[in-house]
């Protein structure tokens, strides 16, 4: 099976770039249409998902905590309670 | 219309005789999903039989709304809200990557996005915004919020943001509590009145900016104009539809620029205030000093530190959109977040478990975003609102059937 992932703030960045260049295309026709009002809220969109994106990344950039994860029996790894 | 299980929990022994149920007895149980429907001991023949609904009880799901423009800090809220309650949490596991979905033990959290009618093409070709109502199923939306709260569990769409799809839907199961967070969780009636509470995050336009600024100016292609242009394009639909909604909730936390600077346009320094309706049935506002004075406190001196631009807090009776509430003000920032413990000590009706509860919370996520301000401090005490409703409800709930079994 095809374990599927979140996408990389990467890729959405590239995703955000060029809908701020439609979004200045659209708007440059008539700046109060629907249309360009649509293009905008694009923009807002990936943004918001770029910055959630970036977000996760920081809440799993401890390298020790990530291998951890995967190998909670190693000698680094194991916390007793008691 | 109430739907029972019977469930025997003994399985050795026929149900005593006396025991009739009938299909048409009307209990005046609403809420329950299950009866359980027990005999206690076999040598007490003949005894009544008895019905609890003690397991049952509380079963029905609390829903709150939380109505926010996206990048306001949503999800710094969810995060504060679902740690009062204990626990993290988490997107549903193996499910959908993008799932917008947060689950923990008592709380989920679902994302209003998920009811959009139309995916971001379709919003391009028609010339609307996701702010639009005619981009979103109210209708779905409240059959789905109205069958989580009976404790069915529902399938619900999940829009992806990365993609801007529509993608296959996820199974939600009814949680003990049940936020609904986006731009519309009080537009439509049907769906408001299905809310225990409500939560509007109402960010003025310069923090709005100060804030989109700080998330967006480090994104390739981003610039200072665009950012402008972006919250230019939407403003309309904003406040056409989005900003209205205010005027439905139980609880608003306004964000502005700080009094204490003039002139102040960094978004740094803010002017928080707690705006908590009156007459709320299990919610009592929270007051400094004396309930329904007018009150301006600034706590530095000898007991609190502060540098610059200081801490000023106002506390006080107004009228919001013809309501009757009261307001708690705080303006400026703390240096040192254990002091916190001076400015709790002064705050009543906190519905706290102890003495401190708000400042361990507040330590315990020093990293949050507006945890040195007032949102942080104000999104907490909202938090312990809300337990407190809950466990308010829950406990009235045990009461009634009891009453109800009586008569």
Redesign the interface.
């Given at each position: 099976a095809v374990r599927?992932?979140?996408?990389a703030p990467e890729?959405?960045?590239?995703?955000?770039?060029?809908s701020?260049?439609k979004?200045?295309e659209t708007?440059s026709d008539d700046p109060a249409?629907?249309?360009?009002?649509?293009?905008?809220?694009?923009?807002?969109?990936?943004?918001?998902?770029?910055?959630?994106a970036r977000?996760r990344k920081k809440e799993t950039s401890d390298p020790l905590e990530n291998y951890c994860q995967d190998n909670p029996e190693t000698k680094e790894c194991r916390t007793y309670d008691n | 219309m109430a739907s029972c299980t019977v469930v025997y929990t003994t399985t050795t022994q026929s149900l005593n005789k006396n025991c009739s149920f009938s299909s048409k007895s009307h209990l005046g149980f609403h809420h329950q999903k299950h009866l359980v429907f027990y005999k206690r001991s076999s040598s007490k023949r003949g005894s009544p039989c008895v019905i609890t609904c003690g397991a049952a009880a509380g079963d029905q799901t609390l829903v709150i709304g939380l109505a926010a423009d996206s990048g306001c800090g949503k999800s710094t809220f969810m995060r504060r809200l679902t740690s009062v309650f204990g626990g993290r949490a988490e997107p549903p596991k193996g499910g959908n990557p993008d799932s917008n979905t947060l689950i923990s033990d008592t709380t989920t959290v679902i994302c209003l996005d998920d009811y959009h009618s139309l995916d971001r093409t379709g919003r391009k070709e028609k010339g609307v915004t996701a702010l639009d109502p005619r981009a979103n199923d109210f209708d779905l939306m409240y059959e789905q919020v109205k069958a989580i709260k009976d404790g069915i569990a529902v399938q619900k769409p999940i829009y992806n943001h990365v993609t801007g799809l529509l993608d296959p839907p996820e199974l939600i199961k009814p949680p003990k509590i049940l936020v609904i967070e986006g731009l519309h969780p009080m537009f439509d009636s049907r769906v408001r009145e299905l809310l225990d509470f409500s939560i509007y995050l109402d960010i003025s336009n310069e923090v709005k900016f100060a804030w989109k600024i700080q998330r967006d100016m480090a994104e390739r292609g981003h610039s200072l104009e665009s950012i402008k242009a972006s919250i230019e394009a939407r403003k309309p639909d904003f406040d056409a539809f989005i900003d209205p909604q205010k005027q439905y909730a139980d609880a608003v936390i306004e964000v502005l620029p700080t009094q204490l600077i003039a002139d102040d346009n960094e978004g740094k320094v803010l002017r928080v205030r707690l705006i908590q309706k009156e007459g709320v049935k299990h919610f009592s506002p929270v007051y400094l000093f004396d309930e329904g004075s007018t009150i301006s406190w600034v706590p530095c001196g000898r007991k609190l530190t502060c540098s610059y631009p200081g801490i000023k807090f106002s506390y006080g009776p107004e009228t919001y959109y013809g309501h009757e509430v009261s307001v708690v003000e705080m303006d400026g920032q703390f240096d040192r977040l254990d002091e916190l413990i001076y400015i709790e000590s002064h705050l009543s009706n906190l519905s706290s478990k102890f003495y401190g509860e708000v400042t361990q919370q507040m330590l315990k996520h020093s990293d949050f975003p507006g945890s040195n301000n007032g949102t942080g401090l104000f999104q907490t005490i909202i938090g312990l609102k809300i337990r407190d409703l809950y466990e308010q409800i829950v406990a009235s709930r045990v009461e009634a059937p009891v009453g109800a079994a009586k008569a």
């Amino acid at each position: 099976a095809v374990r599927r992932v979140r996408a990389a703030p990467e890729r959405i960045s590239e995703k955000v770039e060029e809908s701020i260049k439609k979004a200045e295309e659209t708007c440059s026709d008539d700046p109060a249409s629907g249309e360009c009002a649509a293009a905008w809220d694009e923009v807002e969109e990936l943004s918001a998902a770029a910055s959630h994106a970036r977000d996760r990344k920081k809440e799993t950039s401890d390298p020790l905590e990530n291998y951890c994860q995967d190998n909670p029996e190693t000698k680094e790894c194991r916390t007793y309670d008691n | 219309m109430a739907s029972c299980t019977v469930v025997y929990t003994t399985t050795t022994q026929s149900l005593n005789k006396n025991c009739s149920f009938s299909s048409k007895s009307h209990l005046g149980f609403h809420h329950q999903k299950h009866l359980v429907f027990y005999k206690r001991s076999s040598s007490k023949r003949g005894s009544p039989c008895v019905i609890t609904c003690g397991a049952a009880a509380g079963d029905q799901t609390l829903v709150i709304g939380l109505a926010a423009d996206s990048g306001c800090g949503k999800s710094t809220f969810m995060r504060r809200l679902t740690s009062v309650f204990g626990g993290r949490a988490e997107p549903p596991k193996g499910g959908n990557p993008d799932s917008n979905t947060l689950i923990s033990d008592t709380t989920t959290v679902i994302c209003l996005d998920d009811y959009h009618s139309l995916d971001r093409t379709g919003r391009k070709e028609k010339g609307v915004t996701a702010l639009d109502p005619r981009a979103n199923d109210f209708d779905l939306m409240y059959e789905q919020v109205k069958a989580i709260k009976d404790g069915i569990a529902v399938q619900k769409p999940i829009y992806n943001h990365v993609t801007g799809l529509l993608d296959p839907p996820e199974l939600i199961k009814p949680p003990k509590i049940l936020v609904i967070e986006g731009l519309h969780p009080m537009f439509d009636s049907r769906v408001r009145e299905l809310l225990d509470f409500s939560i509007y995050l109402d960010i003025s336009n310069e923090v709005k900016f100060a804030w989109k600024i700080q998330r967006d100016m480090a994104e390739r292609g981003h610039s200072l104009e665009s950012i402008k242009a972006s919250i230019e394009a939407r403003k309309p639909d904003f406040d056409a539809f989005i900003d209205p909604q205010k005027q439905y909730a139980d609880a608003v936390i306004e964000v502005l620029p700080t009094q204490l600077i003039a002139d102040d346009n960094e978004g740094k320094v803010l002017r928080v205030r707690l705006i908590q309706k009156e007459g709320v049935k299990h919610f009592s506002p929270v007051y400094l000093f004396d309930e329904g004075s007018t009150i301006s406190w600034v706590p530095c001196g000898r007991k609190l530190t502060c540098s610059y631009p200081g801490i000023k807090f106002s506390y006080g009776p107004e009228t919001y959109y013809g309501h009757e509430v009261s307001v708690v003000e705080m303006d400026g920032q703390f240096d040192r977040l254990d002091e916190l413990i001076y400015i709790e000590s002064h705050l009543s009706n906190l519905s706290s478990k102890f003495y401190g509860e708000v400042t361990q919370q507040m330590l315990k996520h020093s990293d949050f975003p507006g945890s040195n301000n007032g949102t942080g401090l104000f999104q907490t005490i909202i938090g312990l609102k809300i337990r407190d409703l809950y466990e308010q409800i829950v406990a009235s709930r045990v009461e009634a059937p009891v009453g109800a079994a009586k008569a």
